[in-house]
Nanobody, 119 residues
Framework: QVQLVESGGGLVQAGGSLRLSCAAS????????MGWFRQAPGKEREFVAS????????YYTDSVKGRFTISRDSAKNTVWLQMNTLKPEDTAVYYC????????????WGQGTQVTVSS
């Protein structure tokens, strides 16, 4: 089992920045990649960004490219999502998740942290 705890959400004005953190505990040695997802009210959960634990390759959804940066500290089992130039449409609950095998679905999820961007 892997336990994930997100933090760093809040209320920010459009154009502002927030930094989300996700701390993993438990069977963290099995981490293959970690990702950030978000779910806005009335919408389905969507992929935001991911990072591979070995090598650090990163991937982003098009709408956040150039604005968001995902990073990790393997020794601390922590992943961050730096969010700059925030827009009202970024408002959502943000979740981090862990995948333990290539090609598998994300198996472990955090409880989520609310990000609200006011216009």
């Amino acid at each position: 089992q892997v336990q994930l705890v997100e933090s760093g959400g809040g209320l920010v004005q459009a154009g502002g920045s927030l930094r989300l953190s996700c701390a993993a505990s438990g069977r963290t040695f099995s981490t293959y990649s970690m990702g950030w997802f978000r779910q806005a009210p009335g919408k389905e959960r969507e992929f935001v960004a991911s990072i591979y634990w070995s090598g650090g390759n990163t991937y982003y959804t098009d709408s956040v490219k150039g604005r968001f940066t995902i990073s990790r500290d393997s020794a601390k089992n922590t992943v961050w999502l730096q969010m700059n130039t925030l827009k009202p449409e970024d408002t959502a609950v943000y979740y981090c998740a862990v995948r333990t095998r290539p090609g598998s679905a994300y198996e472990y999820w955090g409880q989520g942290t609310q990000v609200t961007v006011s216009s």
